[in-house]
């Protein structure tokens, strides 16, 4: 009896379960065939880090060389060395280096660039047979422009030092004015 | 290591030792269980831990306090949300610091969800461990829904990094706040599926009722917390006796069981996340605008000279985090108080008088995650 | 309170225990004391009998200090907390008593404090290394085990 009692009620739950997958046999299907598709990545999302177009810096990433990203992370991944390009004030990376099988992501070197110059790739997926495949330049693509944008920066130099030179030179003149009015 | 091989005398012939693990799929992750045996009867059992010890606190010591800030999420891969945040308010109290309404908001819903996909794992990969293969599909569709969102905020899946003192990385989007919102509606159809397709299971039933029952002095003498705890009847939960951050604004239960058998450890879990659930609803609905990052931050992180400690209640319990400052930017020494660790060491008691199959039953009702034992 | 105060005239009978005064609340804990290793048995019989549990135990390498270690008890009990962290002060090199016939978690707890850091028990059962490999002959938290070039010239104030 006690049996019987026991497979009824297995069997109960049995439909019961069997009732909630029938119900998902209509479901659209959750997955994606990857690499055939790929699935939406968050906007944010941290991948290995890459120096951005900047603004101020056009064709080129606008990099100080301030040793602030190398000195916090966390993995000791990044290495960069500078130089300080004739007539400029600003110095500027020379070598930019990323370790990308160390990299844990964490997102602190894009907290203290002083210029928001890092940001991340979009690339998840990347594999390699040695670990030197994982040794990022970060300078590649912008090695060419590089005479350029010093260049660039040098002239935006120059011209903000002549602005200067004029406010300063107006300024004086101005004062020398007051005075003469004033005598 | 000599005592540990007995050479079997005569008369227990019929004795013999099995070791499980470390690479077992049911012991989640590197774990091994030195078993010794008689037919199918445990006669005394040693986990041997160990095997994914990866020296955080010992990282701790050689880097200073920000940069220590990915690692808490890697101790405890499964809720590292909870862990990292946790380790950010630790530091943020050892240094006065204030945080913004609006991240702490934004904090307990992402601590909240995390708890979700935690037990949604632990609750796929139970029921994996005792053969059923169909519930495992559907948390991890569902597990999959809050990682996105997560990622969305964080812009991490699983070890993430979201806070800073003080703060948090990004604002959330209204992207995510939509999703979470559609995400509970949904998900609260989907706990009562699996309550049909799981909790009326007989052969599930059969398997966990009366299984692994903790006694309850053993709450006090291995200091058990989590889940496991409350299964015990005990309404422990650091959430409400020592609240951290905000949550003593929102209100919630602690679900309860007594038996303390494999069965009760999974019916407060699975109403732990109705619970979490509750939770991100009423932050959502309460969720103030304004800055996510507190304005003054120092620029040098250094605790006063002395101890500190500090608690989070994770997905599998107490975890505690004790720092010591020497007054510098590199802590002394940091020592994690992981729940699973202490969870975990009840075993040698727990198990002996039980069956090799229920052994299984009985680890994954505990929930441990071995990265989180080792550190 | 009447549980509280019973275990304070417990841990006042205790000759070699000192009390701090009033724990800033920063520290977490509501009470911290001081105990010379002999009696950290009693204390320990003391809290386990006021239905506390051990929380958490381990040792602070403080060689550099004070020729000394540290070995950091917390007793918490269930409910709202009660945290008491209990210090010994141990010469390097030298045991100190275990607890684990008193508390469970003690086991592994010490095995852990002497995996990491070299503390011994006397009494424990099974003291062999938890976390790192079998036969190793370090014990890696200790201040003077492999750190890292860099940090190790940041922390000289290089
Ligand atoms: S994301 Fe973190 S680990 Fe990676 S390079 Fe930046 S600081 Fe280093
Ligand atoms: S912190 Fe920014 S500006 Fe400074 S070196 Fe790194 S990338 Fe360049």
Known sequence: MGRIKEIAKGARSLIGSMGVTLKHLKDEPVTVEYPAERAPISPLQRNAIRLIEKEETPGSHNCIACLQCEKICPSNCISITGYRPEGLAMKRPETFDLNFALCSECGLCLDVCPTATLGYTKVYDKAGYTRADFFHDLLEEYRETEEQVVEHLREADRRKKAEREAKRKAEAEAKAKEAGDAQ | MAELIQIASDEDRDTFYLNMGPQHPSTHGVLRLRLHLKGERILSAEPIIGYSHRAHEKMAENRNYIQFLPNPSRVDYLSGMIYSIGYCQAIEKAIGLEVPERAEYIRVICNELNRISSHLLWFGTFLLDLGGVTPFLYCFDDREKILDLLDLVSGSRLTYCYGRFGGLVNDVTDDFLEGTARFCTAFRERLREYDRLVTQNVIFRNRTIGVGVMRPELAQQFGITGPCLRAMGMARDVRRDEPYGIYDRFEFDIPTRTASDCFDRYLVRIAEMEQSMRIVEQALAKLPDGPIMAKKIPRKIAPAKGEYYFAVESARGHFGMFIVSDGSEIPYRIHLRTPSFANLSTMRTVLPGTLLADTVSILGSIDIVLPEIDR | ?158
């Open chain 3, 1 to 158: 309170m009447s549980e509280a105060s019973g275990l304070a005239a417990a841990l006042a009978g205790i000759a070699s225990l000192k009390t701090a005064e009033a724990p800033d609340a920063k520290s977490g804990c509501q009470g911290l004391h001081t105990v010379g290793r002999e009696a950290i048995v009693e204390v320990g019989r003391v809290f386990r009998e006021a239905g506390y549990m051990l929380e958490m135990l381990t040792a602070l390498d403080m060689r550099a200090a004070e020729q000394a270690m540290h070995v950091v008890y917390q007793f918490n009990r269930f409910g709202a907390p009660d945290r008491h962290r209990v210090r010994v002060v141990v010469p390097a090199g030298e045991a100190v008593p275990s607890l684990a016939d008193l508390f469970g978690s003690a086991n592994w707890y010490e095995r852990e404090a002497f995996d990491m850091l070299g503390v011994r028990f006397d009494g424990h059962p099974y003291l062999v290394r938890i976390l790192t490999e079998e036969g190793a002959d370090y014990h890696p938290l200790l201040k003077d085990f492999g750190v890292a070039p860099a940090a190790a010239e940041e922390a000289a104030g290089g």
